[in-house]
């Protein structure tokens, strides 16, 4: 019979919690207890109030309701009685196409419309089918800068496209419009029937060129034009292929749905003026939250070598203060003398009320004056003050306590056992002391701009490698003569340098060699080593250069951004035309607007915006013009919002935490931070780089966006010293060609190592006297492996800011038909050429009618 054994639980049996009968309170006893007190931390808590079902409908509603209504009003904003018209710039992508042709086709589109032209060059359409008004501006279609200045305050964005391919210019065009900016883009084909009936004609030539004789191909192609025309069906095949490539074309270029327009009926036409007149308008915050002005008639009152320019205009945008500032894009700041209301020369009906009580009134009268006390100044540094940081002139208690204070010292001296004090006095100081004396003098006037030479002789010129091939080219006399004369050598050999250090930088980051001619405590006397890239502290106000007092800076920037762009504005509004007066304008800029023939634009400026600061812009590197890297300090041209200048920026990495590393070369295909001198801007703004050529011609070579306003945005230097192992024994290794002295060995001992194969050590000692070391690691070491030190040292930019910056050559070579012909008699005469392509013949029509 088997024994019975009670059950016992094991210490993982779940153990059920008891009721506690004489504890337990329901929820109305403790209610009755607490007799209406409630608790801290309950009164603490944000109260979240449950809405109903149909509170929550109700407030959906209004939601949806006060959208709409935003909605509608944005919408109105333009194009009405009371506000300022649509303003459409068209753009040409082809010097083939005539946009004052597209203009009289929209002109004659209805015959009720009412046109007027402005001085400018302005073509305005008061159409009272749509009680709408319409503004067209044609800038010169071979100026770069002409045309993004006219798209920075339009609202709709007409781009007349070629029925062929885009060509270079085009691209360049088309980027550097995206890249700004888009406003509501509207396109429109040209010459699609032109194209397709030249597609027809080519297609039934070739078909049969087989069969033609070549003495009868003159006969027969006059003939085939007369006689036989091309079949409608294949004509509108043809006509409908290429609207389609064209489609695919916008669709790849611009985002949403493309609706190409054609203008081969007056149907077109109106069609046209009803999409600028009800699409979505797409915000550019730049312009949107700053006042601006098209100038449609530019006056100039001489006063000596400057004087004061009167620009007439619709206000746009936000209000604009007298007591303001102006930025002109290409000239500067200015301040108003006074603020004129003219009235409207373009109504939207010419017998309505309001055109007949501006006539009453007796035309232009002043709304404001500058008021001299609250005006804006023009000051954009601080005044640097030499003496600020000196000591003044101490007091005779202060010099009574130094002389007691240096006399009380003893000084100390090493001397040898037994020597008397009179023979003490004649010891001179040691050695050491006398090296640091003229270590410290070395430090103060050496510079920290060495950089180790490499395959240079001591006369400056290149060493000859001796595995270099040479070999022998034949030149034929007329590709060889004067042919160095057009080259011009010098520039070759250094950009052939720059790219040869902008490869090894990218191969060997920052790695750099250590001379052997001086110490590498005094080459490097500027950097530091930092346990932590990430986390060690390193303080932004420390060992600031000079320039940094010249400089305003933000306490809060975002605090200050937000109060500025929300702060209301008190001036003319907008929609109105004004006449503004802008003093102090330089009497050249006048007569280079004038002979440009280029739109003027004009920017209110926020407060703070013509002061100078540190900003911060990220950028992409752009496949059209970034070839070959940018170094760092190198002279780039930018736009930023509504502003272009030219400057010298330091490159360094986009990313989180306090500490930047320095980029000594900004990459094709990588995103860089570019840090600078330049007035405030308050983001967001649009960023294009472009860098000039030799000949003048600029190249886009990055886009991006303003990240910021910040000085104290820390940019640090990596140097990376080098050594290999010597010998190893397990975790130690003797490291040797990182240094090749005792003393730097020492000097640098604190810093801590690290390999390419991700070991982590440090300095234990230095091994005899020309730079050998003994190191501890965190593993075993491989003999493949290179041993890194790294140090840091911040750097900052330099004051490059050039305000003014030359307009780029015209985008299209034109040439007239006379030098056509005269080329194309001499190619005749020189008997039999090889076959080339011949130049298009260009007629170039003016922006004015």
Same mark, same amino acid.
């Given at each position: 019979?088997?024994?019975?054994?009670?059950?016992?639980?094991?210490?993982?049996?779940?153990?059920?919690?008891?009721?506690?009968?004489?504890?337990?309170?329901?929820?109305?006893?403790?209610?009755?207890?607490?007799?209406?007190?409630?608790?801290?931390?309950?009164?603490?808590?944000?109260?979240?109030?449950?809405?109903?079902?149909?509170?929550?409908?109700?407030?959906?509603?209004?939601?949806?309701?006060?959208?709409?209504?935003?909605?509608?009003?944005?919408?109105?904003?333009?194009?009405?009685?009371?506000?300022?018209?649509?303003?459409?710039?068209?753009?040409?992508?082809?010097?083939?196409?005539?946009?004052?042709?597209?203009? &009289?086709?929209?002109?004659?589109?209805?015959?009720?419309?009412? /046109?007027?032209?402005?001085?400018?060059?302005?073509?305005? /359409?008061?159409?009272?089918?749509?009680?709408?008004?319409?503004?067209?501006?044609?800038?010169?279609?071979?100026?770069?800068?002409?045309?993004?200045?006219?798209?920075?305050?339009?609202?709709?964005?007409?781009?007349?496209?070629?029925?062929?391919?885009?060509?270079?210019?085009?691209?360049?065009?088309?980027?550097?419009?995206?890249?700004?900016?888009?406003?509501?883009?509207?396109? $429109?084909?040209?010459?699609?029937?032109?194209?397709?009936? &030249?597609?027809?004609?080519?297609?039934?030539?070739?078909?049969?060129?087989?069969?033609?004789?070549?003495?009868?191909?003159?006969?027969?192609?006059?003939?085939?034009?007369?006689?036989?025309?091309?079949?409608?069906?294949?004509?509108?095949?043809?006509?409908?292929?290429?609207?389609?490539?064209?489609?695919?074309? $916008?669709?790849?270029?611009?985002?949403?749905?493309?609706?190409?327009?054609?203008?081969?009926?007056?149907?077109?036409?109106?069609?046209?003026?009803?999409?600028?007149?009800?699409?979505?308008?797409?915000?550019?915050?730049?312009?949107?939250?700053?006042?601006?002005?098209?100038?449609?008639?530019?006056?100039? /009152?001489?006063?000596?070598?400057?004087?004061?320019?009167?620009?007439?205009?619709?206000?746009?945008?936000?209000?604009?203060?007298?007591?303001?500032?102006?930025?002109?894009?290409?000239?500067?700041?200015?301040?108003?003398?006074?603020?004129?209301?003219?009235?409207?020369?373009?109504?939207?009906?010419?017998?309505?009320?309001?055109?007949?009580?501006?006539?009453?009134?007796?035309?232009?009268?002043?709304?404001?004056?500058?008021?001299?006390?609250?005006?804006?100044?023009?000051?954009?540094?601080?005044?640097?003050?030499?003496?600020?940081?000196?000591?003044?002139?101490?007091?005779?208690?202060?010099?009574?306590?130094?002389?007691?204070?240096?006399?009380?010292?003893?000084?100390?001296?090493?001397?040898?056992?037994?020597?008397?004090?009179?023979?003490?006095?004649?010891?001179?100081?040691?050695?050491?002391?006398?090296?640091?004396?003229?270590?410290?003098?070395?430090?103060?006037?050496?510079?920290?701009?060495?950089?180790?030479?490499?395959?240079?002789?001591?006369?400056?010129?290149?060493?000859?490698?001796?595995?270099?091939?040479?070999?022998?080219?034949?030149?034929?006399?007329?590709?060889?003569?004067?042919?160095?004369?057009?080259?011009?050598?010098?520039?070759?050999?250094?950009?052939?340098?720059?790219?040869?250090?902008?490869?090894?930088?990218?191969?060997?980051?920052?790695?750099?060699?250590?001379?052997?001619?001086?110490?590498?405590?005094?080459?490097?006397?500027?950097?530091?080593?930092?346990?932590?890239?990430?986390?060690?502290?390193?303080?932004?106000?420390?060992?600031?250069?000079?320039?940094?007092?010249?400089?305003?800076?933000?306490?809060?920037?975002?605090?200050?951004?937000?109060?500025?762009?929300?702060?209301?504005?008190?001036?003319?509004?907008?929609?109105?035309?004004?006449?503004?007066?802008?003093?102090?304008?330089?009497?050249?800029?006048?007569?280079?607007?004038?002979?440009?023939?280029?739109?003027?634009?004009?920017?209110?400026?926020?407060?703070?915006?013509?002061?100078?600061?540190? /900003?911060?812009?990220? $950028?992409?590197?752009?496949?059209?013009?970034?070839?070959?890297?940018?170094?760092?300090?190198?002279?780039?041209?930018?736009?930023?919002?509504?502003?272009?200048?030219?400057?010298?920026?330091?490159?360094?990495?986009?990313?989180?935490?306090?500490?930047?590393?320095?980029?000594?070369?900004?990459?094709?295909?990588?995103?860089?931070?570019?840090?600078?001198?330049?007035?405030?801007?308050?983001?967001?703004?649009?960023?294009?780089?472009?860098?000039?050529?030799?000949?003048?011609?600029?190249?886009?070579?990055?886009?991006?966006?303003?990240?910021?306003?910040?000085?104290?945005? $820390?940019?640090?230097?990596?140097?990376?010293?080098?050594?290999?192992?010597?010998?190893?024994?397990?975790?130690?290794?003797?490291?040797?060609?990182?240094?090749?002295?005792?003393?730097?060995?020492?000097?640098?001992?604190?810093?801590?190592?690290?390999?390419?194969?991700?070991?982590?050590?440090?300095?234990?000692?230095?091994?005899?006297?020309?730079?050998?070391?003994?190191?501890?690691?965190?593993?075993?070491?491989?003999?493949?492996?290179?041993?890194?030190?790294?140090?840091?040292?911040?750097?900052?930019?330099?004051?490059?800011?050039?305000?003014?910056?030359?307009?780029?050559?015209?985008?299209?070579?034109?040439?007239?038909?006379?030098?056509?012909?005269?080329?194309?008699?001499?190619?005749?005469?020189?008997?039999?050429?090889?076959?080339?392509?011949?130049?298009?013949?260009?007629?170039?029509?003016?922006?004015?009618?």
């Amino acid at each position: 019979m088997a024994l019975s054994h009670p059950h016992r639980p094991s210490a993982l049996k779940q153990q059920n919690k008891k009721h506690q009968t004489l504890g337990h309170r329901s929820k109305g006893s403790v209610a009755k207890s607490n007799k209406g007190r409630i608790s801290v931390k309950t009164l603490s808590k944000k109260a979240k109030k449950e809405l109903s079902r149909e509170q929550r409908k109700h407030r959906s509603k209004q939601i949806r309701a006060f959208k709409k209504e935003a909605a509608i009003l944005r919408k109105r904003g333009l194009g009405t009685a009371n506000n300022p018209p649509f303003l459409a710039t068209v753009v040409p992508l082809c010097p083939n196409i005539n946009p004052r042709k597209v203009l &009289k086709t929209l002109a004659a589109c209805d015959k009720a419309a009412t /046109i007027t032209t402005s001085s400018q060059g302005i073509m305005h /359409i008061s159409c009272p089918r749509f009680r709408q008004r319409f503004s067209f501006v044609v800038p010169p279609v071979n100026d770069l800068y002409a045309v993004l200045d006219s798209v920075k305050v339009s609202d709709t964005l007409m781009l007349l496209w070629p029925a062929e391919e885009l060509g270079e210019a085009a691209d360049l065009l088309l980027s550097s419009v995206l890249a700004q900016g888009l406003p509501a883009p509207v396109h $429109i084909v040209a010459g699609l029937e032109d194209m397709s009936q &030249k597609a027809v004609l080519e297609s039934a030539l070739a078909q049969d060129q087989d069969m033609m004789v070549t003495e009868d191909l003159e006969q027969e192609l006059s003939t085939r034009l007369v006689l036989e025309e091309p079949s409608i069906h294949k004509k509108h095949h043809k006509k409908h292929q290429s609207r389609q490539n064209l489609i695919k074309d $916008i669709e790849l270029r611009f985002p949403g749905p493309a609706k190409l327009y054609s203008l081969e009926r007056d149907q077109d036409a109106l069609m046209i003026l009803r999409q600028i007149g009800a699409q979505k308008q797409r915000p550019l915050y730049f312009r949107d939250s700053r006042p601006h002005i098209l100038a449609e008639n530019v006056e100039f /009152i001489e006063e000596g070598s400057s004087g004061t320019l009167k620009i007439h205009g619709y206000i746009r945008g936000k209000s604009l203060s007298v007591n303001g500032l102006v930025h002109i894009p290409g000239w500067g700041e200015y301040q108003m003398s006074r603020i004129d209301s003219s009235p409207d020369p373009h109504p939207l009906l010419l017998h309505s009320r309001d055109s007949e009580a501006n006539v009453m009134d007796g035309g232009t009268f002043m709304l404001a004056e500058s008021d001299p006390a609250l005006q804006e100044t023009l000051t954009s540094t601080n005044e640097v003050d030499p003496m600020e940081g000196e000591q003044t002139w101490p007091t005779e208690e202060e010099l009574a306590e130094a002389e007691q204070s240096i006399s009380s010292k003893p000084r100390t001296k090493r001397v040898p056992k037994g020597t008397s004090d009179y023979q003490a006095a004649w010891i001179l100081e040691s050695e050491e002391e006398e090296e640091e004396d003229d270590d410290d003098e070395s430090r103060s006037n050496m510079d920290d701009g060495f950089a180790p030479v490499d395959n240079v002789s001591q006369d400056g010129y290149e060493c000859e490698d001796d595995n270099e091939e040479e070999y022998e080219m034949t030149v034929t006399d007329a590709e060889g003569v004067n042919y160095d004369d057009k080259i011009d050598y010098g520039a070759e050999i250094d950009a052939l340098q720059k790219l040869k250090n902008a490869r090894e930088d990218a191969m060997f980051p920052d790695e750099v060699d250590t001379p052997m001619d001086m110490p590498a405590s005094i080459r490097f006397q500027k950097f530091r080593g930092l346990q932590s890239f990430r986390t060690s502290p390193w303080d932004p106000n420390e060992n600031l250069p000079v320039d940094y007092s010249r400089i305003f800076q933000f306490e809060n920037f975002r605090h200050t951004k937000k109060r500025v762009m929300n702060e209301e504005k008190q001036g003319a509004l907008p929609g109105w035309y004004v006449v503004v007066h802008i003093a102090d304008v330089p009497r050249h800029l006048y007569d280079n607007h004038v002979s440009s023939h280029s739109p003027l634009a004009v920017f209110g400026l926020l407060i703070h915006e013509q002061k100078m600061s540190v /900003i911060n812009v990220v $950028i992409k590197s752009h496949s059209l013009g970034h070839l070959r890297p940018i170094k760092s300090k190198e002279r780039l041209i930018f736009h930023i919002g509504y502003r272009r200048f030219a400057n010298a920026p330091i490159f360094s990495e986009h990313s989180t935490g306090n500490k930047h590393k320095l980029f000594r070369y900004f990459q094709p295909g990588s995103t860089v931070v570019a840090t600078m001198f330049a007035p405030i801007t308050f983001p967001p703004a649009s960023v294009m780089v472009f860098r000039e050529r030799p000949d003048g011609a600029q190249d886009l070579v990055a886009t991006g966006s303003l990240l910021s306003v910040d000085p104290k945005r $820390i940019v640090t230097k990596r140097v990376v010293l080098s050594g290999h192992p010597f010998k190893i024994n397990r975790k130690t290794a003797v490291v040797r060609y990182m240094f090749f002295n005792r003393d730097d060995v020492l000097w640098f001992k604190p810093v801590e190592l690290r390999t390419k194969w991700g070991r982590r050590g440090h300095i234990k000692e230095p091994l005899g006297t020309h730079g050998h070391m003994k190191c501890q690691f965190d593993g075993q070491l491989k003999s493949q492996d290179t041993v890194l030190l790294n140090l840091y040292k911040r750097v900052f930019p330099k004051w490059t800011f050039d305000p003014y910056v030359a307009r780029p050559p015209p985008l299209y070579t034109f040439r007239s038909s006379h030098d056509m012909e005269e080329r194309t008699s001499g190619e005749e005469n020189t008997g039999e050429q090889p076959c080339q392509k011949k130049a298009k013949t260009v007629k170039f029509h003016s922006a004015r009618l």
